[in-house]
């Protein structure tokens, strides 16, 4: 079960939802995990995915939380406060995941080396 | 919602540990006001399984996760949700004390002192859940 939260545009009368889920599977990133017999090869994350496109259309990227410290912008900050502290817990992290969903964010914001991302288009 | 299936061979089952993430308001709970400007609504883990205590075959708990510290009694702070989950297993199957024979011919064995197997891993396919449905409805009759 994975939870969604909808996020309602008065101006466009029309909603998106970002979806939480919790998996586990084995990452094809985790390919050197397959030669290291003492390393699981499976691992369990969180798997977050919007609908809808970023305002200029693109599609949004999944993004894998496999720790609190997987802070949104690349994995280096917060995207609401800026800092590197990790995440305090599970609700904190769905709602800056979510935050910056809606609001997108600039190329390295706040240093963290980010790409440019664009906001949750609802027209 | 993923699940991880434990073989026993002593009693030839399949348990499973499930791991899910919910939201709910659970202010009581949390601490956090009702009607706080913040909202109340708590977004969390929780983590059960179909394994029973063989002592007494009373059922084992389930938890409430909300952050990396949220682990099994006794264990540290893990790193990542992986670690988190494998605590998890772990931690039942010492719980449940799967894997320990009471027969000390088969305790000598090397096959009996790893008793279980972690055979495989589920997720969200109603084909998966209806199975693992009616291996947990078995184990637990």
Known sequence: MAISVQIYSNANSTSRTVTFDFVGDILAANDADFTNVSASCNAFYFKVTASGTQDNGVAFPVKLVRSLSDLVLNKQKQRMVNTANAYTDIRSMVIDYTYDYINGHAANLNGSGCTYQGPLKFR | ?141
Not at chain 2, 108 to 113: A, D, E, Q, V, Y
Request: charged fraction near 20%.
């Open chain 2, 1 to 141: 919602m993923p699940n991880v299936r434990v073989y026993n061979e002593t009693d030839n089952r399949i348990y499973t540990v499930t791991m899910d993430i919910f939201t709910s308001v659970l202010d009581k709970v949390h601490g956090l006001s009702s009607d706080g400007a913040n909202g109340a609504v708590d977004f969390y883990m929780r983590v059960s399984t179909t394994m029973r205590r063989s002592s007494d075959n009373s059922a084992l708990p389930e938890f409430i996760i909300r952050d990396l510290t949220d682990v099994p009694p006794g264990y540290a702070t893990a790193l990542n949700f992986t670690e988190l989950f494998d605590d998890y297993v772990e931690y039942y199957v010492d719980q449940a004390e799967l894997g320990q024979s009471t027969s000390s011919s088969s305790a000598t064995s090397s096959s009996s002192s790893m008793g279980y197997s972690i055979s495989s891993m589920s997720s969200w396919s109603s084909e998966s859940s209806s199975s693992l449905d009616s291996s947990s409805s078995s184990s637990s009759s």
